[in-house]
Nanobody, 128 residues
Framework: QVDLVESGGGSVQTGGSLRLSCAAS????????MGWFRQAPGKEREGVAA???????SYADSVKGRFIISKDNPKKTLYLQMNDLEPGDTAIYFC??????????????????????WGQGTQVTVSS
């Protein structure tokens, strides 16, 4: 059983920062690829950032240079540091976990199909 609980969302102004956290009750957390996705009203869910088991990372072009994904294996927690936020970042942000030991190339790490487990999401709103 894998449970993912996101926190840290909120409302900020353009240029502000937020740090999202995802607490995972997941066996073999260190052996899972993890990711952040988001969904804005009327839009499809899109990959934001992902981190592989060995620490490789992948980012959507729209967030490169502004967002940083990281994880703390002993704490079983995934993070997303979001800086220089823009109104276009407004969305519900979801944490996702892949099956343990799943082999995925870094180039395709952000594909939703790689992830079997999803959190309930946390709302991020950026006002201009």
């Amino acid at each position: 059983q894998v449970d993912l609980v996101e926190s840290g969302g909120g409302s900020v102004q353009t240029g502000g920062s937020l740090r999202l956290s995802c607490a995972a009750s997941a066996p073999m957390f260190a052996n899972r690829d993890m990711g952040w996705f988001r969904q804005a009203p009327g839009k499809e869910r899109e990959g934001v950032a992902a981190i592989g088991k060995l620490g490789s990372t992948s980012y959507a072009d729209s967030v490169k240079g502004r967002f940083i994904i990281s994880k703390d294996n002993p704490k079983k927690t995934l993070y997303l540091q979001m800086n220089d936020l823009e109104p276009g970042d407004t969305a519900i942000y979801f944490c996702a976990a892949a099956s343990a030991f799943r082999q995925t190339p870094t180039s395709t790490l952000l594909s939703p199909g790689n992830f079997a487990y999803w959190g309930q999401g946390t709302q991020v709103t950026v006002s201009s």
